[in-house]
């Protein structure tokens, strides 16, 4: 076997959080080494999961707003229509993002090697390329970052034809008739709104009482409301008993309280699990967790203090923002440089349609915490720019403390949703006051207008509850 190869750090994983923790490190003058298993970089992100999926929602908004656009005429999706004219531009932004990072990974002098990675020790890597050479790696600091696939439990028999996964959903030739989806999580919420809108029946089943049990329940709300209204079915508090092809047409999944949802095809959403089995973490002294998850501290360092974990390697949510701060943050960590405090204002953006986005504490936390926090709402039907853009089903919530003085956080869902939310980030990391939203001159008309109706909103409870003590 060949003499390791001394690198200061090595990454295994070029998902976004590898990329971010590869960079950090060369930027800090680091030799640094990336090992990647695919052949291109971005991992699931790019190639099975944010970028195609994202594509797919784009394309359905702009086919809702060709709808929209005109009375004149009709506007409507042919029968049995190609997948692949709805992902028309995919290639086109995989094949930038991917010489984006090729770029970007040269510029920066970091090692990139494909190959299959696994621990010898604590200390040393072995790569297994694809024409079956092997290569040792040594480091003074290790990054895992391998990402993660979909969960498929054994008692759903996923053919990837009929009964799909999310990374083979978007390989179908044909838009179906109709689609069921199993799991009420991020990745089953946001392909049912996507498929719902463009025109396939969507029967969405879900165990719990609703979907996304993490998120503000007057964002869920909306939602669900949303995707009813586009002719989707939520089927809550539902077990799945079997899933079977029926050798035909169709995919007959039987529910515990004895129903039968048929469907032209069926999705698997019922989360992720980290890609760990080629690891050999032993090795290196590390363990999983009952989630099947590394364990880490804040600043992504595993028991082994000179390996770090970051990305769905550590566990939800599964964001790429979430994982890409982490890999930044684990190797300033390794190096001794500040860290800071972002992952406490780490935005949450769900791409349904209409999208969510949360950041820090939203009603309900508020309230375990406070008791009694006012909560100020601006609907997008009172904000202008929702009106011209016909995004009037929308809804911005900022919460404060009791007396209204501080921001605590904010939850939104609608348009630009996701856009939103980063002005609530900054003003929760510069500790802003509620006062500060009502001086401040937004532009007109903008959907950030928003943030002064909510914050009037809070002032206006704080009056009226002065008014009334007074009396």
Same mark, same amino acid.
């Given at each position: 076997?060949?003499?390791?190869?001394?690198?200061?750090?090595?990454?295994?994983?070029?998902?976004?959080?590898?990329?971010?923790?590869?960079?950090?490190?060369?930027?800090?003058?680091?030799?640094?080494?990336?090992?990647?298993?695919?052949?291109?970089?971005?991992? %699931?992100?790019v190639y099975r999961g944010t970028i195609?999926?994202?594509? #797919?929602?784009?394309?359905?908004?702009?086919?809702?707003? #060709?709808?929209?656009? %005109?009375?004149?005429?009709?506007?409507?999706?042919?029968?049995?229509?190609?997948?692949? $004219?709805?992902?028309?531009r995919l290639e086109e932004v995989v094949t930038a993002h991917d010489t984006y990072m090729s770029k970007q990974l040269r510029r920066n002098g970091i090692s990139l090697f494909h190959g299959r990675a696994r621990f010898l020790n604590d200390r040393t890597v072995e790569m297994q390329a694809v024409d079956g050479a092997r290569q040792l790696f040594t480091a003074d600091v290790f990054v895992i970052a391998t990402g993660s696939r979909p969960r498929n439990p054994s008692e759903i028999p996923v053919d990837h034809e009929h009964i799909l996964d999310s990374d083979s959903l978007l390989s179908m030739l044909y838009l179906p008739k109709s689609l069921a989806i199993i799991g009420g999580g991020?990745?089953?919420?946001?392909?049912? %709104?996507?498929?719902? !809108?463009?025109?396939? *029946?969507?029967?969405?089943?879900? /165990?719990?009482?609703?979907?996304?049990?993490?998120? *503000?329940?007057?964002?869920? $709300?909306?939602?669900?409301?949303?995707?009813? +209204? /586009?002719?989707?079915?939520?089927l %809550?508090?539902?077990?799945?008993?079997?899933?079977?092809?029926?050798? $035909?047409?169709?995919?007959?999944?039987?529910?515990?309280d004895g129903q039968i949802v048929r469907s032209d095809k069926l999705l698997v959403a019922l989360g992720r699990q980290a890609n760990v089995e080629d690891l050999n973490l032993e090795a290196a002294g590390l363990q999983l967790n009952v989630k099947g998850s590394l364990s880490v501290n804040q600043f992504c360092q595993t028991e082994v203090p000179h390996i770090y974990?970051?990305?769905?390697?550590?566990?939800?949510?599964?964001?790429?923002?979430?994982?890409? +701060?982490q890999g930044r943050r684990a190797v300033r960590h390794a190096l001794n440089l500040p860290v800071g405090d972002a992952t406490?204002?780490?935005?949450?953006?769900?791409?349904?349609?209409?999208?969510?986005?949360?950041?820090?504490?939203?009603?309900?936390?508020?309230?375990e915490?406070?008791?009694?926090? !006012?909560?100020? /709402?601006?609907?997008?039907?009172?904000?202008?720019? $929702?009106?011209?853009?016909?995004?009037?089903?929308?809804?911005l919530k900022m919460v404060a403390d009791p007396a209204g003085e501080r921001l605590l956080g904010v939850q939104a869902v609608g348009e630009s949703a996701t856009e939103l939310i980063h002005l609530g980030q900054m003003a929760l990391q510069q500790g802003a006051t509620?006062?500060?939203?009502?001086?401040?001159?937004?532009n007109f008309p903008t959907y950030a207008e928003a943030y002064r109706v909510a914050a009037l909103d809070i002032l206006g409870q704080v009056s009226t509850r002065t008014s009334a003590q007074a009396a």
């Open positions: 076997m060949s003499t390791p190869t001394p690198f200061d750090i090595v990454i295994i994983g070029a998902g976004p959080a590898g990329q971010k923790a590869a960079i950090q490190g060369a930027k800090a003058g680091k030799r640094v080494a990336l090992i990647e298993r695919e052949r291109g970089i971005g991992g %699931s992100c195609p999926s994202k594509t #797919l929602r784009e394309s359905a908004l702009h086919i809702n707003r #060709l709808r929209r656009a %005109s009375e004149a005429f009709e506007f409507r999706i042919k029968p049995d229509a190609e997948i692949a $004219a709805l992902l028309s991020v990745i089953g919420c946001e392909y049912a %709104s996507i498929f719902a !809108l463009l025109g396939v *029946d969507v029967t969405l089943i879900d /165990r719990a009482a609703s979907p996304m049990q993490f998120m *503000d329940q007057e964002l869920v $709300a909306q939602f669900v409301a949303g995707f009813e +209204e /586009r002719g989707g079915h939520y %809550s508090k539902q077990t799945v008993q079997s899933v079977q092809w029926d050798g $035909a047409t169709q995919v007959v999944t039987l529910l515990g974990a970051a990305g769905d390697m550590v566990g939800a949510p599964a964001l790429a923002s979430k994982a890409m +701060e406490s204002t780490i935005p949450l953006g769900i791409y349904t349609i209409p999208e969510m986005a949360s950041i820090g504490l939203d009603e309900a936390a508020a309230k915490r406070y008791r009694h926090p !006012l909560v100020g /709402r601006a609907r997008f039907e009172e904000i202008a720019r $929702a009106q011209i853009a016909g995004g009037t089903d929308g809804l509620i006062e500060s939203f009502v001086d401040n001159v937004f």
